[in-house]
């Protein structure tokens, strides 16, 4: 596969279940992004990584835990999460942090909290 | 903090006729600047992005867009629309965050209806 991929496509969980979402990406990348995306709201970043380090939390809550074991994957770990979660979740990576760098994007997870 | 605003959530258009979707940016600093293009059921995509040099900026599948500095905007055109451009369209600016990285802002989509 190419490109940036995401897993699973469609999620529902109930407010007490953990799940997770996984991201990968075959470009080389060494900056992923996760950001959420919900309806009529601009996209909102929630966690940056760059050569697997941590180098932004943008305020999520800590129901939301990110981990990136490598340059390649990056995982969304998600636990008691509340309806309003409820969002597409995309996944991005970029070739480093540059301003100009171009974002390439995963086709998303849609998560629905029950 | 940079900012965009997207002027329209929906916009329509017939088929062959001219796409105009509009994006002004709020900026401190030189801006760099970016058009995402969203299709159903898929991650963004980059249509084209505006750096340094020429304003404007040709991107795919027959987009351009022009960099107005005087107007603060960026505005994103195709002469010609087809049924496959519709989609939703998202204005971006980048800036460095306090973390070195980079943050990308994005405006809240325009929504192209392409009718036949």
């Known amino acids: 596969e190419t490109g940036v991929t995401q897993t699973p496509r469609h999620l529902v969980m109930g407010m007490t279940n953990k799940k997770s979402l996984k991201c990968e990406q075959h470009l080389g990348h060494n900056a992923m992004y996760w950001y ?13 990584y ?12 800590s129901r939301f835990s990110p981990e990136c074991p490598n340059s390649s994957h990056l995982f969304l770990h998600l636990h008691t999460l509340q309806p309003e979660d409820s969002a597409l979740y995309l996944c991005a990576s970029s070739i480093d942090r540059g301003l100009t760098d171009t974002q390439y994007f995963g086709p998303g997870t849609r998560l629905t909290v029950l | 903090a940079q900012s965009v605003t997207q002027l329209g959530s929906h916009v329509s258009v017939s088929e062959g006729a001219l796409v105009l979707l509009r994006c002004n940016y709020s900026s401190s600093v030189p801006p760099y600047l970016f058009w995402y293009v969203q299709y159903p059921n898929q991650g963004l995509q980059l249509l084209l992005k505006y750096t340094t040099g020429a304003t404007l900026v040709k991107g795919i599948n027959g987009f351009e867009a022009e960099f107005k500095k005087s107007e603060t905007s960026f505005h994103l055109t195709k002469p010609s629309a087809h049924m496959s451009d519709a989609a939703e369209y998202f204005c971006a600016v980048s800036d460095r965050a306090s973390g ?17």
């Open chain 1, 36 to 48: 959420k995306q919900s309806a009529k709201k601009p996209l909102e970043l929630m966690f940056v």
């Open chain 1, 50 to 61: 760059n050569f697997k380090e941590q180098t932004e939390n943008n305020s999520v809550p």
């Open chain 2, 100 to 116: 070195g990285y980079q943050k990308v802002t994005f405006g809240t989509g325009t929504k192209l209806q392409v009718i036949p």
